[in-house]
């Protein structure tokens, strides 16, 4: 059995040369989920060696495509005319529950995106 899991990594490894020669910059999910398959069975160290990938990458496949978690699911972003022209509301839902932020101003909230895409706020980190 251990056999056959070799074959299927030279296998693999044949198919990541080929997806590399491809004009594409993305190799395709079917034969990352078959590297996570025999990475289960022998070890990431030694499926990134044979695949000519770095191991810590294959470690990030595996979380990616392993998760359980849903990504985050924008639900709405409406402009009403109020007494105060620039307040904000801003819902989200996840899997777990919903957020609702109400009451930012256009000047406020652009700060705080600017700080949070920056990486200068704390809740960024």
């Not at 070799?6 to 993305?26: D, G, M, P, T, V």
């Not at 495509?65 to 839902?93: C, G, H, M, W, Y």
């Not at 009451?103 to 652009?110: A, F, K, N, P």
Request: charged fraction near 25%; hydrophobic fraction near 35%.
């Amino acid at each position: 059995m251990q056999q056959q899991v070799y074959i299927e990594l030279n296998q693999l490894a044949l198919e990541f040369q080929r997806a590399r020669k491809s004009c594409s910059n993305k190799y395709p999910q079917d034969i990352w989920r078959q590297a996570i398959f025999l990475a289960k069975k022998l070890s990431v160290e030694e499926v990134s060696e044979v695949l000519h990938i770095a191991p810590a990458y294959l470690y990030k496949k595996i979380k990616d495509l392993t998760s359980n978690t849903k990504p985050i699911r924008f639900i709405e972003a409406v402009s009403q005319p109020s007494t105060d022209s620039s307040s904000i509301v801003i819902s989200i839902e996840t899997s777990v529950g919903q957020m609702k932020i109400e009451g930012v101003t256009d000047d406020s909230l652009r700060i705080l995106m600017s700080e949070f895409f920056r990486g200068g706020s704390s809740c960024s980190r």
